[in-house]
């Protein structure tokens, strides 16, 4: 039995178009979800057989828009998890939805089926910003998605937003954190917006049709949701993320802690400790403390695998304790309660600590808002490169 892996994200790969900006495992329209859904079923009982009846605290059925297929498949699948794993009582289970596929009698169905915290992708409440990101809703609906999870009995909410849209002023930014901060979410997201290659935008910026936002407005922006949801009442747990009194992301926390998840669909990325992931038949090299793993992006071919009796697993990295260490490091800074240091780092940290790029607390360290942006050379320093 397993017990550091506590645990699962489960892959949804279908949206209702593709958005300019994302470079996620996802396909425009829901054709084939059925058959894609008996596959995720299939691996997922599947990592059972080779896991055990792992205990977990935490589920993330992310996407792609997994608000897109239809509740009872999703119902399905949770269903196959809770007969699969056992489920502790108080555990986490969130689901990412988009506002065009949300309603009230669907947000009942996954409350029904075991999902109790939803996370929505608002991502601006600007309607020339959400066309620029190529979204398929507007603000109304946007609000109106929170409204309906609300009445079909969620209260832990998370809303996502994106700053440094070209075209977003600071003022209409400030306008969009403030709609939603009045709509109650109880976990607020604000990713900066990044130009991915292969995306639709990065085309775009480089036919020089679009300017991306530059670092100062950018960093500006992000001091501007800190300063706003803060004065709100959301803790700044995390560089991008926000929550009201015990409204952390648990299983996001999993990620930045440096902790262990089994994975399954497309495009699912794993992290195990080696005696799991040589359980589920993975390489482990010697010396390995731990594996990370990923499935392959394509969805017919994850399912011809999966119903050949594979994981569909496509790529592993070993992890060697000096990479485990830069790691922990490198996640830990990313939040504010930081990460513990050994007492042979702490003159760097102080060296650190006096250019304004960390906060040290004893022997633990944190990154400052100008650490966030060179967060890699800051880790470089702390521990070392120690990839090896
Ligand atoms: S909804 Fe999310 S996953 Fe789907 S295309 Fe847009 S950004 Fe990508």
Redesign the pocket.
């Known amino acids: 039995m397993f017990n550091d892996v506590r645990s699962l994200y489960l892959h949804i790969p279908f949206?209702e178009?593709?958005?300019e900006?994302?470079d996620?495992t996802?396909v425009a329209g829901a054709t084939g979800s059925e058959a894609y859904m008996g596959a995720l079923n299939a691996e997922v009982r599947r990592i059972g057989e080779r896991l055990g009846p792992l205990a977990l605290d935490t589920v993330f059925i992310g996407?792609?828009?997994p608000s897109l297929v239809e509740p009872a498949l999703l119902a399905g699948l949770i269903a196959t998890v809770r007969s699969t794993f056992s489920v502790t009582a108080d555990a986490e289970v969130t689901m990412e939805a988009?506002p065009s596929s949300i309603t009230a009698g669907r947000a009942r169905v996954w409350r029904e089926a075991g999902v109790n915290r939803i996370s929505i992708?608002v991502q601006s409440l600007e309607t020339d910003a959400l066309r620029f990101l190529?979204?398929v809703h507007d603000a109304d609906r946007a609000l109106a998605a929170v409204a309906e999870v609300r009445e079909a009995g969620f209260t832990s909410i998370n809303c996502d937003l994106i700053y440094a849209v070209p075209g977003l002023g600071d003022t209409r930014w400030r306008r969009t954190l403030e709609r939603v901060v009045d709509a109650g979410p109880t976990h607020i997201s604000c990713y900066e917006l990044t130009v991915e290659a292969g995306t639709p935008l990065h085309a775009r910026v480089r036919r020089g049709l679009v300017t991306p936002v530059d670092g100062v407005r950018s960093i500006r922006q992000h001091g501007i949701a800190v300063d706003l949801l803060e004065r709100a009442g959301y803790a700044h747990y995390e560089v991008s993320n926000f929550a009201l009194p015990g409204e952390e992301c648990r299983h996001n926390l999993v990620y930045w802690r440096n902790g262990y998840y089994a994975a399954a669909g497309v495009g699912a990325h794993g992290h195990l400790p080696a005696a799991a992931a040589a359980a589920v038949g993975l390489d482990v090299a010697a010396g390995a403390v731990s594996v990370r793993y990923w499935h392959g992006r394509g969805i017919a071919a994850y399912g011809r695998a999966v119903r050949g009796g594979e994981l569909a697993i496509a790529g592993s990295e070993p992890v060697g304790p000096g990479m485990r260490e830069q790691e922990r490091v490198m996640l830990g800074l990313r939040l504010r309660e930081g990460v513990r240091i050994g007492a042979s780092n702490l003159s760097e940290a102080h060296a650190l600590a006096g250019l304004g790029l960390i906060a040290v607390d004893g022997d633990r360290v944190r990154a400052t808002a100008r650490g966030e942006a060179v967060l890699n050379q800051v880790t470089l320093r702390l521990v070392g490169d120690q990839a090896a």
Do not use: A, I
Request: with cysteine; glycine share 26%; charged share 20%.
């Open positions: 949206c178009r593709k958005c900006y994302c996620f996802s996407g792609g828009t988009n992708g190529g979204r």
